[in-house]
C-alpha cells in the first residue's frame, strides 16, 4: 500500500470516511459535500479520472498555483512518458497520496521522490488541470497537422501590456486546492518529475477564488472590493456547461471531445487610483452596487440586469460599464465559466501594490467566446483605467484521462 501523506487521525477529525478492516487506507477518501462556507472544505477530494478533468465545474477552491511550462527537447516519447508521470502524480495526489513511494520511509541515501510537504495536511480538495499551448503544435513533436482550430493565438486586444516573460508556454497545470501549500506542493512535485524534460516558464500563485462555479457558493469579492462571479456559468446549468464549455463530439479535433480550452490572463488593478474613487464612481464603472452586487437597474444579486432601464433621461447601467459590455447580450450570446483568483506579488518599486486578477476562462471556442467578449471590452470598458493586461496563455485542455491511461492520450493516438 502506498503511504499516505496524512495521518488516519487527522483524517478522522476532518469528518472523512474512511473503510474498516484489513487495508484501511486513503483510497477510503469520500468526497464531502461542499461546506456552508461555499468552498469544497479540507477534507474534499475529487477524481483524477473521469469524462472530463477536474479543476474545471468542479467547486472553485479558495487557491491557485498555476504553471506554464517550455518542452525541453523535441523527443515525442519523451514528452508521452512526461504525461504519464504527471498522469500518475496527479492521480496520487489529488488522492492525498505522496508522490511515488513517498518523502519518507525510502533509501536514505536518495532524494526521496515526494517533497513532503503536504505530509500531514488533509486532501484539501486538490484538483490538478493540463493544458496544452498552440507551441506544443509546431512541429517539434510530429502534432502539427492535430492543433485543434479553436487553438488560436489570441490577437492583440487595444490597451495590451503584455510580458513576454508572464505569457504562452507549451503545456500549463492549473493546481486548485483550500490550502496553499496543497497547491504548490503539486506545482512543485510535478516540476520535479519534468526536470531535464520540461521547465517552468512562468507560474502565478493566486488566493481567493473571484469566482463561483456552483450555486451553492457563496459569491466572493475581488480586489477592487466587488462581488465577482455573480453571473457566471454553474455546474448545475448542464445545457450551458454542454453548449459553452465542453468540446462537444464534431469540433475540429475528435481528441478534444469532452475537453476545453483555457484562457488565462494575468490583470493588473491600479489599487491606489481606485482606492482614491468614489463610490458612485466605482459601481458606475461595474454597473453593480458594491454592497450587494445588485445590478444598477434594481433588483437583488442574482436579478438580471436591465440595460435599458433610464433615469433622468440616462441609463441606470453606464453605456461603458464593465457588466453591460461583458454580458451576453452585448455579445451575440457568448459565455465563459470563468475560475480566476486574486493575486498580490508584493509591490513595484513606486510602493504601489503589485496585485491583481489572474484571470482564467474556460469555453469550447475561444474566438467566438473569451476573444469577442475581450473585444468588446478592450474597446470602451471603464474598468480599463484601473486595470492592464500584462500576461495571456490559451490552452486546450483534453479530456479526462481513463484509469490506467494519461492524460493527453487520444492527442498520441
Ligand atoms: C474577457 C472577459 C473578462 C475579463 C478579462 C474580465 C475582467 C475583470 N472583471 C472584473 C470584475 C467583474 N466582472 C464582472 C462580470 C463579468 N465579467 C466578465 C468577463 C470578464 N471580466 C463577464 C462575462 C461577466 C458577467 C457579465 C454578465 O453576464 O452580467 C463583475 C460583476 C459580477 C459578476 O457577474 O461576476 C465584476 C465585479 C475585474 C475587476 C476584471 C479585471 C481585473
Ligand atoms: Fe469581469
Request: charged share 20%.
Amino acid at each position: 500500500m502506498t503511504l499516505s501523506r496524512r495521518g488516519l487521525l487527522g483524517l478522522a477529525g476532518a469528518g472523512v470516511v474512511v473503510g474498516t478492516g484489513a487495508g484501511i487506507g486513503i483510497d477510503h477518501f469520500a468526497i464531502a459535500p461542499a461546506t456552508a462556507s461555499g468552498t469544497s472544505g479540507a477534507a474534499a477530494v475529487y477524481p483524477f479520472y473521469g469524462e472530463h478533468q477536474s479543476g474545471i465545474t468542479t467547486a472553485a477552491q479558495d487557491r491557485l498555483h498555476f504553471a506554464s511550462f517550455d518542452v525541453d527537447g523535441s523527443d515525442r516519447s519523451e514528452l508521452i512518458s512526461l504525461l504519464k508521470d504527471w498522469t500518475a502524480a496527479a492521480a496520487q495526489m489529488t488522492a492525498g497520496k505522496t508522490v511515488g513511494t513517498g518523502a519518507v520511509g525510502g533509501p536514505l541515501d536518495a532524494p526521496a521522490d515526494d517533497t513532503g510537504e503536504a505530509l500531514d495536511l488533509p486532501p484539501s480538495g486538490l484538483t490538478i488541470t493540463f493544458g496544452f499551448g498552440p507551441s506544443l503544435f509546431d512541429g517539434r513533436f510530429g502534432l502539427a497537422g492535430k492543433r485543434p482550430t479553436e487553438l488560436i493565438d489570441l490577437p492583440h486586444f487595444a490597451g495590451d501590456a503584455l510580458e513576454a516573460a508572464l505569457s504562452g508556454g507549451d503545456l500549463c497545470i492549473q493546481a486548485c486546492s483550500d490550502d496553499p501549500q496543497v497547491a504548490v506542493h503539486a506545482i512543485r512535485n510535478l516540476s520535479r518529475i519534468a526536470f531535464g524534460r520540461a521547465s517552468i516558464r512562468w507560474s502565478q500563485l493566486g488566493f481567493g477564488r473571484t469566482s463561483s462555479t456552483t450555486r451553492d457558493q457563496v459569491t466572493p469579492r475581488n480586489l477592487f472590493g466587488f462581488k465577482d462571479g455573480t453571473a457566471n456559468v454553474k455546474a448545475e446549468d448542464t445545457t450551458q456547461v454542454d453548449e459553452h464549455v465542453w468540446v462537444p463530439r464534431g469540433d475540429s479535433a475528435s481528441w478534444m471531445t469532452g475537453g476545453s480550452y483555457l484562457v488565462a490572463r494575468k490583470i493588473r488593478m491600479l489599487i491606489e487610483p481606485w482606492d482614491r474613487t468614489s463610490l458612485r464612481e466605482q459601481e458606475r464603472v461595474i454597473g453593480r452596487n458594491k454592497g450587494e452586487g445588485a445590478p444598477l437597474s434594481g433588483g437583488k444579486e442574482f436579478t438580471e440586469p436591465d440595460f435599458h432601464a433610464k433615469a433622468l433621461g440616462s441609463t441606470l447601467i453606464d453605456r461603458d460599464a464593465h457588466v453591460r459590455l461583458a454580458h451576453p447580450d452585448q455579445n451575440k450570446g457568448a459565455l465563459l465559466l470563468r475560475r480566476g483568483y486574486n493575486f498580490v506579488d508584493g509591490n513595484d518599486d513606486l510602493g504601489r501594490l503589485n496585485a491583481g486578477l489572474f484571470f482564467i476562462a474556460f469555453q469550447r471556442d475561444p474566438a467566438s467566446q473569451f476573444v469577442r467578449v475581450q473585444q468588446s471590452l478592450a474597446g470602451h470598458d471603464a474598468l480599463n483605467e484601473y486595470i492592464r493586461h500584462v500576461g495571456s496563455g490559451i490552452f486546450a485542455v483534453p479530456p479526462g484521462a481513463k484509469p490506467g491511461s494519461y492524460v493527453g492520450a487520444e492527442l498520441f493516438a
